[in-house]
Nanobody, 124 residues
Framework: VQLQASGGGLVRDGDSLRISCIAS????????MGWFRQAPGKEREFVAA????????DYADSVKGRFTISRDNAKKAVYLQMNSLKPEDTAVYYC??????????????????WGQGTQVTVSS
């Protein structure tokens, strides 16, 4: 499966932004979907995940309460709504797909397919 992320940009501290990821085929039958990010000089880290049906989600502590992940399987899309953005949220954001996922489960590891990344920059 190929993934195309978009929607990144330059925003100010406290602003909101929604980034999107479109898959090349239906991911609802097999894939948990996730968002990860990588800041300059840091390792890539987990941000959020959503299960195959869209009803279960998981978040890193650093974004819990501010970010919301969702998916629209009819559109083969996954979204990350980011509110109350902070300068420390500045990073390249990657969407990812994890195959062989149990329907009800979310995962933080085991992702095999990655999008190209979209830059999110939050100025103070």
């Amino acid at each position: 499966v190929q993934l195309q992320a978009s929607g990144g940009g330059l925003v100010r501290d406290g602003d909101s932004l929604r980034i999107s990821c479109i898959a090349s085929r239906d991911t609802s039958r097999n894939y948990c979907m996730g968002w990860f990010r990588q800041a300059p000089g840091k390792e890539r880290e987990f941000v959020a995940a959503v299960n195959r049906g869209g009803g279960s989600t998981d978040y890193a502590d650093s974004v819990k309460g501010r970010f919301t992940i969702s998916r629209d399987n009819a559109k083969k899309a996954v979204y990350l709504q980011m509110n109350s953005l902070k300068p420390e949220d500045t990073a390249v954001y990657y969407c990812a797909a994890r195959p062989n996922s149990i329907y009800s489960a979310t995962y933080r590891t085991g992702y095999q397919y990655w999008g190209q990344g979209t830059q999110v920059t939050v100025s103070s």
